[in-house]
């Protein structure tokens, strides 16, 4: 496994992590600590060390961050727990006014979960959603507060746009705080919109970007097809919807690329990513073992230049 510096900070995450929000999910292998724990050792066991959970998921809320820390039990000291605060937790961190990015309910949710992870530090410690009714200095501030007391070793944001990541910085340069390092955010390639301003701004200023929903919600998986029913069991069963308003002249072309290479639709989708910059780690779920070692071997593969520009042909650049 690659391993890569998350932008221009000091944090070393492998090219492909495990995205955690199957862990506690009802109805998946993970839902259980056995089924979590092989998870985690699975990807251990690839290479992975980057695990991405959040204070939110997992049923109840917090269940992922619980099960994630039982897991990694006896391997702490060589995990990249990256977690999030700022999405309504239904009281689970106490009364929070609907002010998630405020310095109170900051120190708040991060105190929370550190207990539920049981460990004394966060390597990555991300504002899920912006708040709105909060200042972002407010916020920044007392993520700066958590780094100087060793709660967190470095910040980061998720789903912001290009001029809020650039803001963020901006901020932190001025006001001399620890300042993020990193930008999560949907990108892969049925969705490449983040292309048009938050990865510009990722680079100008030096952040890693973390893509999420690498597999395109799953139909960069291979298992579905035009005009047929998904399997009883996959991911996408009962939500016809979207498989209805699925990409499918641009998923299909992308079946033959990846047939014409001998090579699985998810591992072209991840291993595009992989060498997009500044992707510092492609963030993966997966709910069995199997899933997490064939996600970390997609970055094994590494396009060509003649590879880049024929998939920029099929799924034109910053376009959704």
């Known amino acids: 496994m690659e391993l890569r510096h998350l932008g221009e900070s000091g944090l070393v995450v492998s090219a492909v992590g495990l995205g955690c929000n199957n862990l506690g999910r009802p109805g998946t292998a993970a839902e259980s600590l056995a089924g979590s724990r092989a998870l985690i050792a699975a990807a251990v066991d690839a290479g992975v060390n980057l695990f991405d959970v959040a204070d939110v998921y997992g049923a109840p809320r917090g269940r992922s961050e619980e099960l994630l820390g039982q897991a990694l039990s006896g391997r702490r000291d060589n995990a990249v727990i990256a977690t999030k605060f700022g999405v309504d937790m239904q009281g689970m961190n106490g009364p929070d006014f609907g002010a998630r990015g405020s310095r109170r309910y900051v120190k708040r949710a991060v105190e929370a979960s550190l207990r539920r992870l049981g460990t004394d530090w ?179 593969w590494h396009p060509s230049d003649d590879d880049l520009i024929a998939l920029d042909e099929i799924c034109p650049p910053g376009r959704r």
């Open 122 to 300: 966060i390597d990555l410690y991300q504002l899920h959603r912006a708040d709105p009714t909060t200042p972002i200095e407010e916020t920044l501030s007392a993520l700066d507060d958590l780094v100087r007391e060793g709660l967190i070793r470095y910040a980061g944001v998720c789903n912001l746009a290009g001029w809020q990541v650039a803001d963020a910085v901006w901020l932190s340069r001025t006001n001399h705080w620890a300042g993020v390092v990193a930008a999560e955010n949907h990108y892969s390639l049925l969705e490449r919109e983040a292309e048009r301003d938050v990865i510009p701004a990722c680079q100008r200023f030096g952040l890693g970007l973390l893509p999420y929903f690498p597999l395109g919600n799953g139909l960069l998986t291979g298992k579905y097809h035009r005009d047929t029913d998904p399997p009883a069991n996959a991911r996408l069963a009962g939500r016809s919807r979207l498989l209805a308003d699925a990409p499918w002249d641009r998923i299909e072309k992308l079946r033959a690329f990846a047939e014409e290479r001998g090579l699985p639709m998810a591992t072209v989708a991840i291993g595009w990513l992989a060498a997009q910059k500044p992707v510092g780690s492609v963030i993966a779920g997966a709910t069995t073992p199997d899933q997490v070692v064939a996600n970390a071997a997609a970055t094994q």
